[in-house]
């Protein structure tokens, strides 16, 4: 499988200048985050 990078170039006027965390206004708790590798809830960080 091959991975095709993509390179958006921005104009300065066409840059976020808010971000709004969605997380918070969705109902139940997060998923929990999964491993880039393997595809599965990664585990607790030693």
Known sequence: MSETRVK?????RDIL?????????LPGDAPPPLHPGTKQPA????
């Open 17 to 25: 200048t808010h971000w709004v965390n969605v997380m918070a206004d």
């Open 8 to 12: 958006f170039l921005l104009e300065e």
């Open 43 to 46: 585990g607790p960080t030693i």
